[in-house]
């Protein structure tokens, strides 16, 4: 791959999988040349989140940095909650003051449950709203001052197939990703003056652990094992299968870069052609 992001720096929340799409992207955009940091949620945070010791996950979170730095590049692998917003700022302020800069947002952290609209607490809503949307919030206003300083930037949201149309059984999730479908829109609007581009990724079926969860809802409603409930559906789309996390990876480091420069406000399915329901 060409070094087409040299220079350039990222932040990526939600980044803590092995198998999730924030590493999958942290490594494509480092081997496209940016330095990165990376960032999950762990608890209270006191101080420097470059003082942060935590606990073994962190420890094991912290060793994706040489995985991304094997292409040449810097990593910062630091704790952040995004509904935080005191983490949030320090995280940007750290990320400024040791890489020189901030770009690109991929605003990656998410949360998913299962549960039927009438038996959905106000209070799950209110989890999923703060992680999903106010967490995207959060870190999009703190990094626009440092990318207006740059004179430029993009920020990815992602979104999902399902902010795109809707499924049964997970109706905090469809609500929380069309407004983030519709926050991009917005903030792409009002970002354009500053050079800033705001997207939206829409992925479908994913093998990632997240995914996992959809699979085994499937299965527990259907009657089906696992495997089965995962090819069902795969079956829904047109190329059967799911996407690898690397895959959607490569639509991130296309948005940040110049080989979109005049994209900014899109919802872009990676999807397969996987329907979304109504």
């Given at each position: 791959m060409a070094r087409s992001l040299e220079g350039k720096v990222a932040l990526i929340t939600g980044a803590r999988s092995p198998r999730g799409i924030g590493l999958a992207a942290g490594l494509k955009l480092a081997e496209a040349g940016a330095d990165?940091?990376?960032?999950?949620?762990?608890?209270?945070?006191?101080?420097?989140?470059?003082?942060?010791?935590?606990?073994?996950?962190?420890?094991?979170?912290?060793?994706?940095?040489?995985?991304?730095?094997?292409?040449?590049?810097?990593?910062?692998?630091?704790?952040?909650?995004?509904?935080?917003?005191?983490?949030?700022?320090?995280?940007?302020?750290?990320?400024?003051?040791?890489?020189?800069?901030?770009?690109i947002v991929f605003n990656n952290a998410g949360t998913a449950f299962a549960e039927t609209f009438v038996d959905t607490t106000a209070g799950q809503f209110q989890s999923a709203w703060d992680v999903n949307v106010l967490g995207t919030i959060n870190v999009s206003q703190a990094a626009i001052p440092a990318m207006i300083r740059r004179q430029g930037g993009s920020i990815i949201n992602n979104a999902s197939i399902y902010g795109l149309g809707a499924a049964a059984l997970v109706s905090a999730y469809v609500a929380t990703k069309h407004a983030i479908v519709g926050l991009t829109k917005a903030m792409a609007l009002e970002l354009g003056v500053h050079h800033i581009r705001v997207n939206a990724l829409c992925p479908g079926m994913v093998i990632t652990e997240m995914g996992d969860l959809e699979y085994q809802?499937?299965?527990?409603?259907?009657?089906?094992?696992?495997?089965?409930?995962?090819?069902?559906?795969?079956?829904?789309?047109?190329?059967?299968?799911?996407?690898?996390?690397?895959?959607?990876?490569?639509?991130?480091?296309?948005?940040?870069?110049?080989?979109?420069?005049?994209?900014s406000g899109i919802a872009m399915p990676i999807a397969a052609g996987q329907p979304v329901g109504l």
């Open positions: 990165v940091v990376i960032t999950s949620r762990f608890g209270p945070v006191e101080g420097s989140p470059l003082e942060f010791i935590g606990d073994e996950r962190f420890a094991t979170f912290k060793r994706f940095s040489d995985q991304v730095e094997a292409y040449g590049t810097r990593c910062l692998a630091l704790p952040m909650d995004v509904t935080d917003r005191n983490q949030v700022d320090r995280v940007v302020e750290t990320t400024v003051s040791e890489l020189g800069g901030l770009d809802m499937v299965a527990d409603s259907e009657g089906t094992t696992f495997e089965e409930a995962k090819q069902l559906l795969a079956d829904q789309n047109v190329l059967k299968r799911g996407a690898e996390a690397s895959e959607i990876g490569d639509a991130v480091v296309y948005l940040a870069g110049e080989q979109s420069s005049f994209v």
